[in-house]
């Protein structure tokens, strides 16, 4: 299986701050996913990079991907409250497995 | 709106119990997927299916079944619930294990 490994595990930062996350992992991919999960609820989507892009950007969400470093970075600009969420990433086109998470707290 | 529904929020049931959580998606997905997440064990992926009526067996089957007689439909079954079933259960569907949907999951206590 193609676990992503989140890291930090906890990031507690002022609203404004930027937030940033990384994952890594073991193996060739074709894509590598970045989810978001709000206390005691399903997973959201949030952005898709695929092996041949470097960077991708969705709003206020930057995500780079490193294949020869095997790693990628969750970049949140100006962040809200309502940013505070675990972040998830995940690998693989099938059989999708994710880790335990980075538990972000954005205080007000 | 594209959604995966899960039948119970929460569920307390007791041991030995055979108990089933149900998923349906609305969105056509050949893939479904159930999980269960443990505080600092991440989503752990206990089965899932490609197609109708057919199962494959993830990380931590031990325990549970499931069943897919419908492309909309994915059930687990815990056969004799235990006290270590105890979790949040999240199920997902995805088209060609591309981005996935997820239900909003059920938090089961078995007593």
């Known amino acids: 299986s193609q676990q992503g490994e989140e890291d930090p595990q906890a990031l507690s930062i002022q609203e404004g701050e930027n937030a940033t996350m990384n994952c890594s992992y073991k193996t060739s991919i074709n894509n590598l996913q970045w989810y978001r999960q709000n206390s005691g609820r399903g997973l959201v989507h949030l952005i898709l990079i695929r092996s041949n892009e470097r960077e991708k950007h969705s709003g206020r969400l930057r995500v780079t991907l490193d294949t020869s470093k095997k790693s990628s970075s969750l970049l949140i600009t100006a962040s809200r409250a309502a940013d505070t969420a675990s972040y998830f990433c995940?690998?693989?086109?099938?059989?999708?497995?994710f880790g335990a998470g980075t538990r972000l707290t954005v205080k007000p | 709106d594209v959604k995966v529904t899960q039948s119970s929020r929460y569920l307390v049931k007791r041991t030995g119990e055979k108990v089933f959580l149900e998923c349906v998606q609305d969105?056509?997905?050949?893939?479904m997927f159930w999980y269960r997440q443990d505080p600092g064990l991440g989503l752990r992926l206990i089965y899932f299916s490609y197609d109708v009526k057919m199962k494959e067996k993830g990380d931590i089957p031990e325990g549970y079944s499931v069943s897919r007689e419908k492309k909309e439909r994915f059930s687990l079954i815990l056969e004799s619930a235990s006290t270590n079933q105890t979790s949040m259960y999240l199920c997902a569907s995805s088209f060609a294990a591309r981005q996935f949907t997820f239900g909003s999951g059920t938090r089961l206590t078995v007593v």
């Open positions: 995940a690998t693989d086109e099938h059989d999708m497995r």
């Open positions: 969105m056509d997905h050949e893939n």
